[in-house]
């Protein structure tokens, strides 16, 4: 199940329109809804905050940063500037992160993804020494898949930040900033979701020319990451008002084919709301948005 809130509504009309199409996943990177909830699970998020390893060697590259545990390490806060906590790093070198932590036995047999909500502004991630990718961008969201990665038990991840870098230059953030900008600057967290679950999710509200009545317009892509076909799912639309009650309508609801492994699935849904509530300063009329996968009678 996944979660998400967004300007809305008062009333539905009980229309709505579902877009089937199924294709097999494209190359470009996306960004997996993280679940409020996943079956079996006792809780499917795992904060990565906290006390980390701090390590910087001029002499050094990326790649060593990652595999040469030999050295000595300091700690450091994350999420935060290497900056802030009196740490300097070379332009043109690499700073070094690594934590230890425990994997829930739960997890077991789930897709677990690992997301960075900012690098500064270039890195490299290893999990438990595996070179599982690389990012450039420092205000960019990113993730890597490192189910195959990780172990029962305890598990380690390295970072290798690289002070400067041409992603830096190009956005003149420390220049704006008027003092080195790098490090694990935003929040970093692991998440499992089933092998079949949302792989994206967009949702807007599109008001008409008398700002009075909106369509939710909701477009949806569900993935197949398991190494078998599965069985055909349907996915269930709920909105909840600001006060955490149901809006008294009948859900949206769509179903899914059967996907063979790796094959992605977009979904689209467009609902008609009357007297849609507007979201202000005065008035933040915030809506909650939940999306149930069910296969065979069970949420997934």
């Known amino acids: 199940m996944s979660s998400t809130r967004f300007l809305s509504l008062a009333l539905f009309a009980a229309v709505f329109s579902v877009q089937l199409n199924a294709e097999q996943p494209d190359s470009l990177p996306r960004l997996t809804p993280r679940p409020a909830a996943t079956a079996d699970v006792a ?15 001029s002499s050094t590259t990326m790649a060593d940063m990652g595999v040469d545990q030999s050295v000595s390490w300091s700690p450091i806060y994350v999420p935060s500037e290497w900056v802030m906590q009196s740490y300097s790093v070379q332009p043109g070198t ?110 807007n509200s599109v008001f008409d020319r008398q700002f009075r009545h909106a369509d939710l317009l909701v477009d949806m892509a569900f993935v197949n990451e398991s190494g078998q076909t599965a069985a055909p799912a349907e996915f269930v639309c709920e909105l909840m008002d600001p006060s955490g009650e149901k809006v008294p309508v009948a859900p949206a609801t769509g179903t899914l084919g059967s996907l063979s492994p790796g094959e992605l699935a977009r979904r689209s849904i467009s609902i008609r709301a009357v007297d849609a509530k507007k979201w202000d300063p005065e008035h933040p009329n915030l809506y909650l948005l939940r999306i149930h996968v069910r296969q065979d009678g069970r949420t997934m």
């Open 43 to 57: 809780s499917p998020i795992m904060t990565l905050n906290g006390t980390w390893l701090f390590r910087t060697d």
């Open 94 to 203: 690499y700073a070094a992160y690594r934590r230890t932590f425990d994997l829930p036995g739960d997890w077991a047999g789930k897709r677990i993804k690992l997301r960075f909500d900012g690098v500064h502004s270039s890195c490299r991630v290893w999990v438990n020494g595996v070179d599982v990718g690389e990012h450039e961008g420092g205000f960019t969201v990113f993730e890597f898949d490192v189910t195959a990665q990780l172990t029962p038990g305890s598990n380690s991840i390295t970072v290798a930040v690289k002070s400067e870098s041409v992603a830096d230059t190009l956005a003149s953030a420390s220049q704006y900033a008027a003092h080195q900008l790098g490090g694990i600057t935003r929040k970093v967290t692991l998440f499992a979701v089933p092998e079949l679950h949302i792989a994206s999710l967009v949702a």
